[in-house]
């Protein structure tokens, strides 16, 4: 099993719509929880960081992590076209360990 | 003004090369990061430095070795190169171990 599974779609969703993005992960040691964004050809935005469980909210995005289920999500309320791109979730233990990276999401926001 | 920057951003060269790729940050970070996309975009941890010093560092053939020369600048040396090396690698930077990461635009290297 990986350490962190993610769907890789594609989603195709229409504009407006609300965006539900997931991944599970296997190691409880993970304390750490990103999302980024990565545009074709460009390097990943860091867009949400949550330290252990919880919510967090910056604009139309929402990131919630459970740590009892393993689970995080990544919420985008009235998506834009400009919000196409592959959506990758990240974890961390603590100390002197890497960044842990699923294997992104590709969304395709349709005008 | 670009927060990490590398250079070249696209690298083509042959079999058996031995090639370089430069990273910069002007954020201030004391930890620095490489890593590999591979073509199903996965990405993966190859070295990390916290002030000039080698803190993570994967299973990769030892033909790459990086070097920090100061803790704003990361590079990679690929000796030997092989087709499998083909890859986009992005450097990162972040403050502290545990802050979110600062991604360069990446370099993408090409062997033939």
């Known amino acids: 099993q990986k350490e962190v599974e993610q769907d890789p779609g594609p989603l195709s969703v229409p504009e407006g719509a609300i965006v539900s993005l997931n991944c599970t992960y296997s190691?409880?040691?993970?304390?750490?929880f990103m999302w980024y964004r990565q545009y074709s050809r460009k390097g990943p935005e860091l867009l949400m960081y949550?330290?252990?469980?919880g919510n967090k909210e910056d604009g139309r995005f929402t990131a919630q992590v459970d740590k009892s289920s393993k689970y995080i999500s990544l919420f985008i309320r009235d998506s834009q076209p400009s919000d196409s791109a592959t959506y990758l979730c990240?974890?961390?233990?603590?100390?002197?360990?890497?960044?842990?990276f699923g294997k992104g999401t590709r969304l395709s926001v349709i005008a | 003004d670009t927060a990490v920057s590398q250079t070249p951003k696209y690298l083509v060269t042959q079999m058996g090369n031995d090639k370089s790729i430069k990273c910069e940050q002007n954020?201030?970070?004391?930890?620095m990061y490489w890593y590999k996309q591979d073509s199903k975009k996965f990405l993966k941890i190859m070295f990390s430095?916290?002030?000039?010093?080698?803190?993570i560092n994967e299973t990769v053939p030892n033909r790459f070795s990086p070097k920090s020369p100061d803790k704003a600048h990361l590079n990679l040396h690929i000796n030997s190169l092989e087709l499998g090396d083909s890859a986009v690698y992005f450097c990162?930077?972040?403050?502290?171990?545990?802050?979110?990461?600062?991604f360069g635009s990446g370099t993408r290297l090409t062997v033939v």
């Open positions: 430095y916290n002030n000039k010093e080698l803190i």
């Open positions: 949550t330290y252990s469980s």
């Open positions: 954020l201030g970070h004391d930890t």
């Open positions: 990162a930077s972040s403050q502290s171990r545990t802050g979110g990461y600062t």
């Open positions: 990240a974890m961390k233990r603590p100390g002197n360990t890497p960044l842990v």
């Open positions: 190691n409880s040691a993970f304390q750490y």
